[in-house]
């Protein structure tokens, strides 16, 4: 990275911020030895030396564009790839090269959770099955959405023992938006069902500190 690496500024948490393009992003995929191969998080936090919400950020972006695809593997682990367009091969032979992708992500998607544990959401069974049960508005896509942003929610805390409610909302919320249009309606939502969750001690008066107990 050299002088661009030292030309980037860092925020409270010791990680580059900003100054990261998604043309950037892009490289990381185009640089690959094996252009089939998807990449994870990881693999981009790791390449352009950000942050994992700065690349969890960027990856989003190029999906909604268009530029990348990406699918959900295992529990919590997502991968991401560059959509390759028909080139008049026969449905089967698609299908299976479909199948062999979907492998390749499911090795990568798991060794990056073996690897981190962190941003994968990879939770104990009691959390996982806590989080699930979660009472959270919605359905379908939408509500595998909200439990995704309890489950950050609640990782943020397990990573950040005493943290605050504008905590959630600067280092989380932006991530994980679950599609509430403000703040304070995911607030409204996550919160009482991130109360429920092993370990959590909430604080008992508004805007005091949460704690994470373990366990």
């Not at 990381?28 to 790791?46: C, G, S």
Request: charged share 30%; proline share 7%; with cysteine.
């Amino acid at each position: 990275m050299g002088d661009e690496s030292r030309a980037r500024s860092r925020n409270e948490h010791g990680q580059y911020v900003g100054r990261i393009s998604l043309d950037a992003v892009l490289e990381v995929f185009e640089a690959r030895d094996d252009a089939a191969r998807p990449l994870t998080a990881t693999d981009v936090m790791e390449a352009l030396d950000c942050s994992r919400r700065t690349a969890h950020n960027k990856l989003n972006e190029l999906e909604a564009r268009g530029d990348l695809a990406t699918r959900k593997v295992g529990a919590r682990s997502r991968v991401f790839w560059i959509p390759m367009p028909a080139r008049g091969e026969p449905t089967a032979g698609r299908a299976a090269d479909s199948t062999d992708s979907a492998s390749t992500a499911e090795t990568a998607a798991t060794d990056e959770a073996e690897a981190d544990g962190s941003d994968d959401l990879d939770h104990p069974p009691a959390v996982s099955s806590a989080i699930e049960r979660a009472d959270l508005p919605g359905s379908g896509p939408m509500l595998d959405a909200r439990r995704e942003a309890l489950s950050a929610a609640y990782q943020y805390l397990t990573d950040h023992p005493e943290a605050k409610k504008a905590d959630f909302l600067r280092d989380v919320y932006y991530d994980y938006p679950a599609g509430f249009e403000s703040a304070e309606g995911w607030w409204n939502a996550i919160q009482p069902a991130l109360k429920q969750l092993p370990g959590v001690d909430p604080p008992e008066e508004r805007g005091h500190i949460w704690h994470f107990l373990g366990g």
